[in-house]
């Protein structure tokens, strides 16, 4: 590798890190609910809850937005970035949902300025205040890794992996699973991971849309759960 890979590479594992402070550890995506109603009991029920939200639900929007994001900080197309920020604050069928994407996109922006700071992140920073729009997660960190010239192809599947790996550590504490479940889901999640990252690659605002109605559901019925650990 190059020294400018090398420092991409560094900083792409420092910002989707467990320990980056964006609070990924408090949200289940919905899987809390799903888990108490008797969806997901198992580790092969997990790998295909994710699989499905990677080809047709919010892995595979927010692969989408990432891309198209990434491709307008790159090429400073200000109007085309504008776009995503709208689209991306309107693909959230929950409020959960929502609070999700927009409080760990609130909170990777602020880290990121503070340590790695550019004149881009500082733009966009106005922009949403202007604009009046919810930062959502993965357009920051699509805006991020341009801006720091971490190349789309390796941003964008790491930004999927922790995508998945955070949903396997929040099921690994529901389900329960041990943590070898755990690291197994994860790897039998590597294609559908990549096979995403494909099929964003080459997307446009026309691809966005989504089929995990039951997904959606159990975000929906978790905001009313009796017993929660998680925010979403």
Known sequence: MTAASDAAFYRLMSWLSPSFPVGAFTYSHGIEYAVEAGLLRDRAALVGWLCDLLEFGSGRNDAILFKLAWSAAADDEAAALD???DWAAALRPTSELALESAAQGEAFLRAVRAAWPHPALEALAARIV???VSPAYPVVVAV??????VPLNAALSAF?????A???SAAVRLVPLGQTDGQIALAALARPVAETACVASSATLADLGGAAAIAEFCSAAHETQYTRLFRS
């Open 83 to 85: 776009e995503v920020l």
């Open 130 to 132: 202007e604009r009046a």
């Open 144 to 149: 991020t890794a341009a801006c720091h010239a």
């Open 160 to 164: 999927l992996h922790g995508f998945v």
């Open 166 to 168: 955070n949903l396997i």
